[in-house]
């Protein structure tokens, strides 16, 4: 799919892709009110410098839904000025614009306005920060749409099902078919999907010939039951997934193996909280298309503002202090004033020969003071890095691992034992975890469960396209993925777990929509069954594999970062959504253990 | 200065002058919501079909500081639709326009820039609903400016000074200097024109060619002591004046004799409070200038909806009824129920043949019910009238003469006597009392008031200009003038005339602001003093042809309105702002007498 060469000829499609440029977040800060604005004006620049065909938006452009006068002015002047000249456009569009573009009352493509002279499009789909809303269903974006300045797409209008129609491009000899889909509540999205109600049109003729390019805005990392949407739940025939929403740059395409299509996540370009996820470099991609191959450059950006996050744990240096040292406070504040100042000379000596790069970088310094440290006064602390840091008030965060395990233990309610036979826990393998699930699962009418987890449209067709085995190997697959998975990042059974990824308990909070879901993979696996194929959900496999979710619950929406940090993680006691009611077996069970060794 | 003919030439500019589109006004009323779009669509498919140059708004285009989404939308979409297209521009611009269009990067009239085609340029000041707020001034019209569908001018960027630097157009041999000045409080503006800050610029060469059009938002009725802009502060070499803010359509030109400029008022295109002013029928106006002269040719709007006002004195019938009537309240409710009929059909005959006017009208009936009668219950009577009439909830509003009296008598605690020295007033013309007053007020130190409200700038040129004979006709004029005024409205002394537009006592409320103004008045006199020119102000004569406050009070800024009703006055305990401070003399005096007369 991928090719190597990266030539700009007359078939070629040279797309910028950018996503959640949340202009407008921070506008009133003193220090930060001018990032979001500096690297829309960058990403914008660069798409200009490097003579793209057309710059593709995941959604979230604005931070609010109702944008300040400044944020609309600024965006609406930073569009025309890069984005309206006289370079011609050297594609086509061939689908009925009338059908994509049906929020203003110009249902056409902007550089087709002929009392416009657009030079470079923008397509864009709304996100969950600037959403339509009101009796009229119209979105920040719309105010640009109608104005001729962006391209706004991807907004389905009926509540009853979704039929995403795609915007049919090409140039040259390359066939683009850019899908989008505007934000939608992603439980509401993710019973859409089960009950077959999202459909994806495609063209009649030449299907293979192609590139099928797909725009969401939805939580990709689980933040509940059903609040996301599993890869699997989209189209097999896409060729790559541009994903919005999640804010941790991980821009490099992915391949699913089920599908059997790439993602590419871009992530923001602001951190909008200071969690792991935001931490990591923030990049645009130069996407170009050729024939049915792609390549994809990342781009940094180089007027982010820096982010840095570390996490101590107090604990772990008895050679310094214990709580029971004399001034064991104070020479904790010296210690984290030693390792902010660390931070913020590692952050120096990064920004030389950046001039673009703002001068104060965001500190976030986490430290878990459990076994019985005392907090010191963040306040003070704050003082003496005012001059230095973006963020001088939150640098500090305290956290205590004991008392985080206790408010999960009071979630959880649900009889592990049976599940679980062995005391002797510590030692035990992820997959031998997995497997005696399955096991256990088998005999019992949690079977349910795991549909419910998994049966997704896409998984169906998957089996109806009698690829029955292929199940299996993925299965394997999955388990192999999840095990590296897991390894890489330094997680062995010692370590908490975060068990609400791998298995529930759905008998609790059922609520209407979830009877309505469970019923839909009822009639699924009945399906399947008539059919003889007892293969197992492949999905519940998966999602070993999705990363977990580290959001501190800094941000007012459901969390849309997708934290993997520098080697740490936490948990935020917000941002789960509904995943509040699921019950944690495996990481109790795993923190007590590791409890019992430490104490 | 006027051509009869009215043809449209290479060297006629044909402008569409309009204001107070008040665009958003009411848009969740159930009934009213579409009302300010419809005629602001109107306004521009006017502009279309008569093939304009360019359309000229004086402010508040948008009723809110921050319109809807779908305001702006909706705003956006019109202005795209009517004011885009391929009609050439048949003028040039002349003046630096990078001083001329300040609010925006792209300083340039938007026919002008090469990657928009205009056919219609739109150039507006902003009014006091839509004006610039926060650290970046920008006021909703910034963002059409910036989305380059508007011209935003007359933009002031400083509290310092004002310097009014035209937009010099040119078609064929026409001449046109557009002027402008977005509304600033009045309060402020007045003490800048007083104290020379104002200052409009004027081309060096062939001044005597352009034509001089000035666009102004301000109060152009008295609201208080400096809470208007009298005429007479404008500069004499203006040819013409669209004076915005004022609802009241009074579109033909009125010929100010001082400044020999015309002033033309087009009024609101939409009616924001239920006041005698916006009964007025509602036009836009189609100006011709060619040459140094001009034509104004007033265009009724045919989507306004209907207003019609009327006003009863309940003593006025007691062939019908008196307080001591049986069923007197029944009785009188039905005698209002037979008047709001008789307006409702007035309504439905004249808007026989006319599609366009919603079917609902406005409606009001102010009912003097003093001398003993009571209220009726108003929320049944509108029930009557749900389905006829737009505004049932707020037909009938309930007054009385003497409350009113005596509310105003509350503000007065100056002491008049001093100054009528007859107590049989009955009788006495309006030029005795002015005479009168002129005679009492030079042998005291009150003298100072006199000269507070008329030296303005305008006039001190006027004296400069060595034409003093001139201010002992204009003193005869505006007598004269005033009292075919005062009498062409039925108004003698048996009636309560406002004698806050007379005269009135400053030596209260002397606050920093008014001691400024005082100061740099007592300057102006002395000036005056020592050229020798003893002549008395003409200003505050001009004051008494100034039609009176009749606005309700229904509106949240200070009062736009200018009403002269359908031969009805009423006085709104709002909308007097500093004013309130104000003492009433005569009118308390001459309402006493009226008191006795009718009692």
Redesign the interface.
């Given at each position: 799919l991928f090719f190597a060469e990266a030539l700009d000829d007359e078939d070629t499609f040279k797309i910028l892709i950018a996503t959640d440029v949340h202009l407008g977040y921070l506008e009133k800060d003193a220090i930060r009110c001018n990032d979001s604005y500096n690297t829309l004006n960058e990403i914008l620049k660069c798409a200009k410098t490097n003579q793209v065909d057309f710059i593709l938006l995941g959604g979230d452009l604005f931070h609010e839904n109702?944008p300040?006068?400044?944020c609309?002015?600024s965006c609406?002047?930073m569009l025309?000025?890069y984005c309206?000249?006289?370079s011609p456009i050297r594609f086509n569009i061939l689908s009925d614009q009338t059908v994509n573009f049906n929020t203003?009352?110009?249902p056409w493509v902007n550089y087709q306005d002929?009392?416009?002279?657009?030079s470079i499009p923008v397509f864009s789909i709304h996100g969950n920060h600037d959403d339509p809303?009101?009796?009229?269903g119209?979105?920040?974006l719309?105010?640009l749409s109608?104005?001729?300045?962006v391209n706004h797409f991807g907004h389905s209008h009926s509540v009853e099902r979704i039929e995403i129609s795609p915007i049919l491009l090409q140039k040259g000899s390359t066939k683009l078919a850019l899908y989008g889909l505007g934000s939608i509540p992603d439980e509401r999205l993710y019973r859409m999907f089960v009950n077959n109600q999202v459909t994806m049109l495609r063209p009649k003729e030449d299907q293979d010939k192609w590139f099928n390019l797909f725009t969401i805005h939805q939580n990709r990392s689980k933040h509940g039951p059903t609040n996301y949407i599993p890869e699997q739940f989209l189209d097999d025939f896409l060729d790559l997934v541009v994903w919005g929403h999640e804010h941790e740059c991980l821009i490099a395409p992915t391949r699913n193996e089920q599908q059997l299509f790439y993602v590419t996540q871009p992530g923001s370009s602001v951190a909008t909280s200071l969690s792991p996820g935001e931490a990591t470099k923030k990049h645009i991609g130069l996407l170009r298309v050729k024939g049915r191959k792609m390549n994809l450059h990342k781009i940094p950006l180089k007027t982010v503002r820096q982010f840095f996050i570390q996490d101590v744990v107090l604990g772990d240096y008895q050679d310094l202090f214990t709580p029971d040292t004399p001034h064991a406070t104070k020479k904790v504040e010296e210690f984290c004033y030693a390792k902010v100042t660390e931070m913020l000379e590692e952050a120096e000596r990064e920004r030389l020969g950046c001039p673009l790069t703002p001068e104060k970088p965001l500190i976030r310094l986490r430290v878990d003071y459990s076994g019985g440290f005392e907090t010191f006064n963040t306040s003070r602390f704050s003082q003496r890095f005012v001059d230095r840091v973006a963020n001088p008030k939150d640098i500090i965060h305290f956290l205590r691992r004991r008392e985080q395990k206790e408010d999960i233990k009071d979630e959880v309610n649900v009889d592990y034992g049976k599940l679980i036979k062995t005391a002797a826990v510590e030692g035990l393998r992820v997959e031998d975890l997995v497997k005696q699930y399955f096991e256990a699962a088998e005999q019992k009418v949690q079977l349910s469960l795991l549909t419910e987890q998994g049966m997704g449209k896409a998984i169906q067709e998957f089996v109806d396209k009698d690829e029955k085995d292929a199940i299996e190997e993925l299965i394997t697959y999955q388990l192999e993925k999840t095990q590296r998975h897991l390894q890489a990042r330094g997680v062995t059974t010692e370590q908490d777990i975060d068990a609400e990824v791998l298995f529930r308990d759905s008998k609790k909070n059922t609520t209407e929509e979830e009877n309505e879901i469970r019923e839909a993979m009822n009639r699924a696996r009945a399906h399947r069954l008539e059919r003889g194929d007892n293969a197992l959900d492949a999905d519940i496999l998966d999602e070993l594999a999705e990363p977990m979710d580290s959001d501190e619950g800094s941000v007012p929406f459901p969390a849309p970062t997708r934290g993997r940090g520098r080697g740490s993680r936490g948990r935020g006691g917000r941002g789960r959504g509904r995943g509040e009611d699921c019950k944690l077996m495996f990481s109790k069970f795993i923190e007590e253990c590791r409890c019992d060794t430490r104490q």
């Amino acid at each position: 799919l991928f090719f190597a060469e990266a030539l700009d000829d007359e078939d070629t499609f040279k797309i910028l892709i950018a996503t959640d440029v949340h202009l407008g977040y921070l506008e009133k800060d003193a220090i930060r009110c001018n990032d979001s604005y500096n690297t829309l004006n960058e990403i914008l620049k660069c798409a200009k410098t490097n003579q793209v065909d057309f710059i593709l938006l995941g959604g979230d452009l604005f931070h609010e839904n109702k944008p300040s006068r400044r944020c609309l002015h600024s965006c609406i002047t930073m569009l025309r000025q890069y984005c309206m000249g006289d370079s011609p456009i050297r594609f086509n569009i061939l689908s009925d614009q009338t059908v994509n573009f049906n929020t203003t009352q110009f249902p056409w493509v902007n550089y087709q306005d002929e009392n416009l002279n657009i030079s470079i499009p923008v397509f864009s789909i709304h996100g969950n920060h600037d959403d339509p809303t009101g009796a009229e269903g119209l979105c920040a974006l719309d105010l640009l749409s109608a104005s001729g300045l962006v391209n706004h797409f991807g907004h389905s209008h009926s509540v009853e099902r979704i039929e995403i129609s795609p915007i049919l491009l090409q140039k040259g000899s390359t066939k683009l078919a850019l899908y989008g889909l505007g934000s939608i509540p992603d439980e509401r999205l993710y019973r859409m999907f089960v009950n077959n109600q999202v459909t994806m049109l495609r063209p009649k003729e030449d299907q293979d010939k192609w590139f099928n390019l797909f725009t969401i805005h939805q939580n990709r990392s689980k933040h509940g039951p059903t609040n996301y949407i599993p890869e699997q739940f989209l189209d097999d025939f896409l060729d790559l997934v541009v994903w919005g929403h999640e804010h941790e740059c991980l821009i490099a395409p992915t391949r699913n193996e089920q599908q059997l299509f790439y993602v590419t996540q871009p992530g923001s370009s602001v951190a909008t909280s200071l969690s792991p996820g935001e931490a990591t470099k923030k990049h645009i991609g130069l996407l170009r298309v050729k024939g049915r191959k792609m390549n994809l450059h990342k781009i940094p950006l180089k007027t982010v503002r820096q982010f840095f996050i570390q996490d101590v744990v107090l604990g772990d240096y008895q050679d310094l202090f214990t709580p029971d040292t004399p001034h064991a406070t104070k020479k904790v504040e010296e210690f984290c004033y030693a390792k902010v100042t660390e931070m913020l000379e590692e952050a120096e000596r990064e920004r030389l020969g950046c001039p673009l790069t703002p001068e104060k970088p965001l500190i976030r310094l986490r430290v878990d003071y459990s076994g019985g440290f005392e907090t010191f006064n963040t306040s003070r602390f704050s003082q003496r890095f005012v001059d230095r840091v973006a963020n001088p008030k939150d640098i500090i965060h305290f956290l205590r691992r004991r008392e985080q395990k206790e408010d999960i233990k009071d979630e959880v309610n649900v009889d592990y034992g049976k599940l679980i036979k062995t005391a002797a826990v510590e030692g035990l393998r992820v997959e031998d975890l997995v497997k005696q699930y399955f096991e256990a699962a088998e005999q019992k009418v949690q079977l349910s469960l795991l549909t419910e987890q998994g049966m997704g449209k896409a998984i169906q067709e998957f089996v109806d396209k009698d690829e029955k085995d292929a199940i299996e190997e993925l299965i394997t697959y999955q388990l192999e993925k999840t095990q590296r998975h897991l390894q890489a990042r330094g997680v062995t059974t010692e370590q908490d777990i975060d068990a609400e990824v791998l298995f529930r308990d759905s008998k609790k909070n059922t609520t209407e929509e979830e009877n309505e879901i469970r019923e839909a993979m009822n009639r699924a696996r009945a399906h399947r069954l008539e059919r003889g194929d007892n293969a197992l959900d492949a999905d519940i496999l998966d999602e070993l594999a999705e990363p977990m979710d580290s959001d501190e619950g800094s941000v007012p929406f459901p969390a849309p970062t997708r934290g993997r940090g520098r080697g740490s993680r936490g948990r935020g006691g917000r941002g789960r959504g509904r995943g509040e009611d699921c019950k944690l077996m495996f990481s109790k069970f795993i923190e007590e253990c590791r409890c019992d060794t430490r104490q």
